[in-house]
């Protein structure tokens, strides 16, 4: 079983849609978590870490849900330039070992 | 800050060949990775790095040697090169911070293997 996956998408939305993406991972002991960004052939980036409160970054929206292992990213009024794939990482508490899930595509169209 | 670099950006090997990929970071970060990242698998952990002279293996390590001698530098041979290893390859790092930190990616390298 994979440590992280990701429902690949392509998630094809709207201008001004709301989107979300889930992100499950396998080891309940697992400590940290982060949503990165990755436009085409550039390296990912970060886009948000994930808080146990849940948090948000303007239109972004991370939560997480310990009991069910999984992470989710909310993306309201989806903007063009939005179109990216969106990696979720893991830290399962080994202070430099991230697992990551496979990403999912979002292509946000006129 | 040139943030972390890597070098060369595209690289063709035959089978059998070796080579090393170089990665660089000047923001003083102790931890360093090396990832690959192939269709449909996303990053793949090859070999980290918590600080100079030491160096554990990740998820893929077969085939692939690190060290780490200085802060800065955190090359990785591939020794014997075999086409599955076909892929594009990037370096991060990151501040110590029991993996609560932001991980920084290089630009990646692009190595196909004939």
């Known amino acids: 079983r994979k440590e992280v996956e990701q429902d690949p998408g392509p998630f094809n939305v709207p201008e001004g849609a709301t989107v979300a993406f889930n992100c499950t991972y396998s080891?309940?002991?697992?400590?940290?978590f982060f949503w990165y960004r990755q436009d085409c052939r550039k390296e990912p980036k970060l886009l948000m870490s994930?808080?146990?409160s849940g948090n948000e970054d303007g239109r972004f929206t991370a939560q997480l849900n310990r009991a069910s292992q999984y992470i989710s990213l909310l993306i309201r009024d989806s903007k063009l330039s939005d179109s990216a794939t969106y990696l979720c990482?893991?830290?399962?508490?080994?202070?430099?070992?991230?697992?990551f899930g496979s990403g999912t595509k979002l292509n946000v169209k006129p | 800050n040139a943030g972390v670099t890597q070098t060369p950006k595209f690289q063709v090997l035959k089978t059998g060949q070796s080579m090393t990929l170089q990665c660089a970071q000047d923001?003083?970060?102790?931890?360093m990775s090396w990832y690959r990242q192939d269709p449909g698998m996303g990053l793949r952990l090859i070999h980290y790095?918590?600080?100079?002279?030491?160096?554990d293996q990740g998820e893929v390590p077969n085939g692939y040697n690190v060290s780490r001698s200085t802060t800065e530098d955190f090359p990785l041979r591939l020794l014997s090169a075999a086409p599955s290893q076909t892929s594009v390859y990037f370096c991060?790092?990151?501040?110590?911070?029991?993996?609560?930190?932001?991980?920084?990616f290089g630009p990646g390298t692009r190595l196909t293997v004939l």
């Open positions: 923001m003083n970060h102790e931890y």
């Open positions: 991060a790092s990151s501040f110590p911070g029991g993996g609560y930190n932001e991980q920084f």
């Open positions: 990482a893991v830290n399962s508490g080994n202070f430099n070992k991230f697992y």
């Open positions: 790095s918590v600080g100079a002279g030491i160096t």
């Open positions: 994930v808080y146990s």
């Open positions: 080891n309940s002991a697992s400590q940290s």
